[in-house]
């Protein structure tokens, strides 16, 4: 699917359940920040697999340039949406209570070669590198989102001290 205008693009950040969004919040937070478009929507790829698929098909009719997809456990819904379109997917492994996000740090990095899914640090840092990384993709074609990227970036730098006090 080949989008001619890739000029405002949105992002859709996805996540398996409701428990997913306080750590994909932080994901909204940067986007919102730098002033990127966003959706935000609960997919699960085992408890709706029918909305997955339909959320699929419809990725350049709804203008999206980049899915962040949180996911905990089994984490299977960064891989079957990379799986289903060539929009860059990135996943973002949600902290389980059984084994610390290993487990969903594993599954969506373990992906099968041909089906890339770019894969961010489990929790909270993640969720906030997702959505940095998302405005680097839309700001490859949008300038305005590039000049909001290098501004945020040149806070960053700014609020960094050089001694300690």
Same mark, same amino acid.
């Given at each position: 699917?080949?989008?001619?205008? $890739?000029?405002?693009? /949105? ?27 966003? #959706? ?9 697999? /029918? @909305?997955?698929?339909?959320?699929? @098909? ?36 949600? #902290? ?16 099968? $070669? ?31 989102? /590039?000049? @909001?990227?290098?501004?945020? @970036?040149?806070?960053?730098? $700014? ?7």
């Amino acid at each position: 699917l080949l989008m001619k205008n $890739k000029k405002n693009l /949105k992002v859709s950040i996805v996540m398996g359940s409701q428990s997913d969004y306080k750590t994909m919040k932080f994901a909204e937070k940067i986007l919102k920040t730098i002033g990127i478009k966003f #959706e935000t929507r609960i997919i699960s790829a085992h408890r709706t697999p /029918k @909305r997955m698929y339909d959320f699929a @098909r419809t990725i350049s009719k709804n203008k999206i340039g980049v899915i962040i997809a949180g996911a905990g456990g089994s984490a299977h819904l960064p891989g079957m949406l990379a799986a289903l379109t060539s929009v860059p997917v990135f996943g973002v492994p949600i #902290e389980s209570k059984k084994l610390k996000g290993i487990d969903s740090l594993l599954s969506i990095v373990q992906m099968p $070669k041909g089906v890339p899914v770019g894969t961010l640090a489990i929790g909270e840092n993640g969720a906030t590198n997702s959505g940095l990384l998302a405005a680097s993709v839309l700001a490859n074609n949008d300038p305005l989102i /590039k000049k @909001r990227l290098d501004k945020w @970036r040149l806070s960053q730098t $700014k609020s960094v001290k050089n001694y300690p006090k």
